[in-house]
């Protein structure tokens, strides 16, 4: 009886762990469909608008939180994720009008939202790779003033890329395909990901990284790299967020 004791502890804590991330899942879906039976549409454009917030909220706090680098453009993964797939998503006959002078292959695309949003999200994570090759050498407020270099270089681009992005000009006609459910799976999806690299082998690191980082290279670990995986991981989320947000208002521009 004794030897079987500490089985069937452990197995009541598994089942602990599966069920609480379960039931908080089964609340939120049972207030979202409170909110869209009972609610008013300026309470669900809130409860969207919160829902993407907290994707911001949490993509940023896997780059700063995790590991310590305080970054200031990433507003710019925003801007890449929310132009990439509204574009995808275009329909052709806005794009004849609006966007004249696309490349044909683009021209003629229409993709659907899931897809053109994860393209988006792709697109931002391979900034932030090549960006965070030499970013994540940097320590401090380096960081910050570097981040904040690229909103800004990201913010010329938008507003001088007249064939792609219409420039100055506000950028509409986006369908408009965000809910209230797209958003808030996204954000669990998003909460719980991060959760989980939290409590993982790699997340660990991260975190011992961002402590100590002389005796984190004593470990093994390679800082560098753990922190640019980091860093793309976040870019991914906040593009994802900017998707969001671009099929929610329609309508946005560099500004």
């Known amino acids: ?14 089942l602990r762990k599966f069920l609480i991330p379960v039931i908080a899942v089964a609340f939120v879906f049972a207030v979202l469909g409170l909110i869209l039976a009972l ?27 995790y590991t310590g680098l305080f970054s200031l453009g990433h507003i710019g993964f925003m801007a890449i994720g929310a132009y990439a ?13 609006n966007l004249p002078d696309l490349p044909l292959w683009l021209a003629h695309i229409q993709m659907p939202f899931f897809p053109a949003i994860i393209i988006g ?6 900034v932030a790779f090549f960006m965070g090759i030499s970013l994540m050498r940097l320590t401090g407020p380096y960081v910050s003033v570097a981040t904040m270099g690229f909103l800004v270089i990201v913010q010329v681009i938008l507003t001088n890329w007249d064939t792609l992005t219409r420039g100055a000009r506000t950028f509409s006609g986006v369908p408009d395909y965000t809910t209230i459910w797209n958003v808030w799976i996204w954000a669990i999806i ?7 690299i939290g409590k993982s082998n790699f ?20 800082v ?22 671009a099929h929610f208002i329609m309508a946005f521009s560099p500004k």
């Open 1 to 14: 009886m004794n030897a079987l004791q500490p089985n069937k502890q452990k197995n009541v804590l598994s």
């Open 39 to 65: 609610g008013s549409a300026y309470v669900e454009r809130i409860t969207v608008g919160l829902g993407i917030s907290i994707i911001l909220v949490v993509s940023l706090n896997l780059a700063n939180g």
């Open 85 to 97: 797939s509204a574009i995808l998503t275009l329909p052709v006959s806005a794009k004849t009008v």
């Open 121 to 126: 999200a792709i697109i931002a994570m391979i």
């Open 190 to 196: 998003t909460v719980y990901f991060v959760w989980r």
């Open 203 to 222: 997340g660990r690191r991260i975190m011992a990284v961002r402590d100590n980082e002389i005796a984190a290279q004593s470990l093994g670990i390679n």
């Open 224 to 245: 560098i790299r753990s922190r640019l995986l980091v860093f793309c991981l976040s870019a991914f989320f906040t593009g994802i967020a900017g998707a969001l947000w």
